[in-house]
């Protein structure tokens, strides 16, 4: 069975664009998370959707967002990148029932310069 | 909110000696723990966890204990190998199932040394 697929793998954006990220659950999965990980924070909620509702929302600016899609999978968005959004962007998803137990992708590396 | 304290950040051990990460938590209602381990340029693999109504869990060279009472919770890693060099992080999370948000602990770098 395939792993969780994050596209791209890395991106590099200049201050105030917007970027989006990709995420293809394991078949079946339908929980998507996305988390955020830098070397000073560590690694950070972002949300969780599943069957396309986002069910809990980590502590981060109105600029980061998600949708999820019918076939589960999942995107992110960050409108005006800050030189601070720079980081690892990880998605993980998690089988019907044990929802806690999240497996994850390889993530996508982000740079804002 | 949880926040998960976790030490050493950095760890080094012979070849076929044992390992072991601590981690603390500050929310007595959070009642799961997971352990990951991640290797550069991966994302997290989740390795072992437990519920806090069990106390100690075994996966053949690796082990987690937990103490309700003090909260705290530690990784147990046993005859190591080269192979188990990586970043290992805790995470402590309340609730069951749906709409569980995970809180990490900082990470440990191990290193295996042969």
């Known amino acids: 069975k395939a792993g969780v697929t994050q596209t791209p793998r890395y991106l590099i954006k200049t201050r105030g664009q917007q970027v989006t990220l990709s995420c293809s659950p394991i078949?079946?999965?339908?929980?998507v998370s996305w988390y955020q990980q830098t070397p000073g924070q560590g690694l950070q909620f972002l949300f969780e959707y599943f069957s396309e509702t986002q069910r809990n929302k980590g502590n981060f600016p109105g600029r980061f967002s998600g949708r999820q899609f019918s076939n589960s999978r999942s995107e992110m968005n960050v409108s005006t990148l800050e030189l601070g959004d720079s980081a690892l962007y990880l998605c993980a998803s998690s089988p019907a029932g044990t929802e806690e137990k999240l497996f994850f992708g390889s993530g996508t590396q982000l740079s804002v310069l | 909110g949880e926040n998960v304290e976790q030490h050493p950040s950095t760890l080094s051990v012979q070849e076929g000696d044992s390992a072991v990460i601590k981690c603390t938590y500050s929310d007595s209602a959070s009642n799961y723990f997971p352990w990951y381990k991640q290797e550069l340029g991966k994302g997290p693999q989740l390795i072992i966890d437990?519920?806090?109504?069990?106390g100690e869990k075994k996966d053949q060279r690796i082990a987690v204990t937990l103490n309700k009472t003090a909260k705290h919770f530690s990784l147990h890693i046993t005859e190591t190998q080269p192979e188990d060099s990586a970043v290992y992080f805790c995470?402590?999370?309340?609730?069951?199932?749906?709409?569980?948000?995970?809180?990490f602990g900082s990470g440990t770098q191990l290193t295996v040394l042969p």
């Open positions: 078949s079946g999965h339908r929980s």
């Open positions: 995470a402590a999370s309340i609730g069951r199932g749906s709409a569980r948000q995970l809180t």
């Open positions: 437990i519920r806090s109504n069990v």
